[in-house]
């Protein structure tokens, strides 16, 4: 990889121990990798350096983080990996409302935050060259296929014969795969601003779905619930 097509990553974090780690893996993986230790540093260098991607940690000493993806959203769509030791779903649940694009709970793995980095960026660019690609494209993971052109979805090569809804939870949560949508971003995709907040309605959905394409509906392969916060689709393996 040459010096011009690398990804720059952002690290957000006041822990001296935590920035080494994100630094070392980050760059044995190609990745130019710029630190901020508080949050009034870190908005200069994002104006700055225009990362492609920022790790923050919500618990900065001299603001909350989500502080930096409320200014960070009114002006751009970088994606924005929450890395918190909050292990609240209702934390979680605020960053992903407030814009940020997933959340990594410490302490993490390296295989984990590489894969959260990968489908971040790439969820850029797909947003990047406009959602009709997604809409004419497919998916596919394991022996589970949708085709969006033609709005089904297949397991094994068989129809599952999902009902509309059915099909738009999955189709939504296809194209953001890899990604935690929660309950209350789904809820306005699919039925609106004015869409009810309470998340039964998904909750019904999703045992109806996990009947049809799940070899077994209580050990998810495909669409993963993060408890009290979404539902995390696997990662395309195109
Ligand atoms: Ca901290």
Same mark, same amino acid.
């Given at each position: 990889?040459?010096?011009?097509?690398?990804?720059?990553?952002?690290? +957000? =974090?006041?822990?001296?121990? /935590?920035?080494?780690? %994100?630094?070392? !893996?980050?760059?044995?993986?190609?990745?130019?990798? $710029?630190?901020?230790?508080?949050?009034?540093?870190?908005?200069?260098?994002?104006?700055?350096?225009?990362?492609?991607?920022?790790?923050?940690?919500?618990?900065?000493?001299?603001?909350?983080?989500?502080?930096?993806?409320?200014?960070?959203?009114?002006?751009?769509?970088?994606?924005?990996?929450?890395?918190?030791?909050?292990?609240?779903?209702?934390?979680?649940?605020?960053?992903?409302?407030?814009?940020?694009?997933?959340?990594?709970?410490?302490?993490?793995?390296? +295989? =984990?935050?590489?894969?959260? /980095?990968?489908?971040? %960026?790439?969820? !850029?660019?797909?947003?990047?060259?406009?959602?009709? $690609?997604?809409?004419?494209?497919?998916?596919?993971?394991?022996?589970?296929?949708?085709?969006?052109?033609?709005?089904?979805?297949?397991?094994?090569?068989?129809?599952?014969?999902?009902?509309?809804?059915?099909?738009?939870?999955?189709?939504?949560?296809?194209?953001?795969?890899?990604?935690?949508?929660?309950?209350?971003?789904?809820?306005?995709?699919?039925?609106?601003?004015?869409?009810?907040?309470?998340?039964?309605?998904?909750?019904?959905?999703?045992?109806?779905?996990?009947?049809?394409?799940?070899?077994?509906?209580?050990?998810?392969?495909?669409?993963?619930?993060?408890?009290?916060?979404?539902?995390?689709?696997?990662?395309?393996?195109?």
């Amino acid at each position: 990889m040459n010096s011009d097509n690398r990804s720059k990553v952002l690290v +957000i =974090e006041d822990d001296p121990g /935590i920035c080494i780690f %994100l630094k070392t !893996t980050l760059v044995s993986e190609g990745y130019e990798v $710029i630190i901020a230790k508080d949050g009034k540093s870190a908005l200069g260098l994002i104006s700055s350096h225009c990362p492609d991607c920022l790790l923050l940690d919500l618990g900065l000493p001299d603001m909350d983080g989500n502080a930096i993806i409320e200014s960070v959203r009114q002006w751009t769509h970088m994606p924005i990996i929450v890395i918190s030791a909050r292990s609240m779903e209702q934390d979680k649940a605020t960053a992903l409302d407030m814009g940020a694009d997933d959340y990594i709970t410490k302490p993490f793995g390296t +295989i =984990e935050l590489l894969a959260r /980095i990968r489908a971040a %960026l790439r969820h !850029t660019r797909t947003t990047a060259e406009a959602g009709e $690609i997604a809409l004419t494209g497919s998916y596919h993971v394991g022996d589970l296929e949708i085709d969006y052109r033609k709005r089904r979805v297949y397991r094994g090569g068989e129809d599952v014969r999902l009902t509309p809804n059915e099909y738009r939870i999955v189709a939504l949560l296809g194209r953001h795969a890899g990604r935690v949508l929660t309950y209350k971003t789904m809820l306005r995709e699919l039925w609106g601003p004015a869409a009810s907040s309470d998340n039964k309605i998904l909750r019904v959905h999703m045992a109806g779905i996990r009947r049809k394409i799940e070899p077994d509906p209580n050990e998810p392969r495909y669409i993963f619930t993060e408890v009290g916060v979404g539902y995390r689709m696997a990662e395309d393996e195109k």
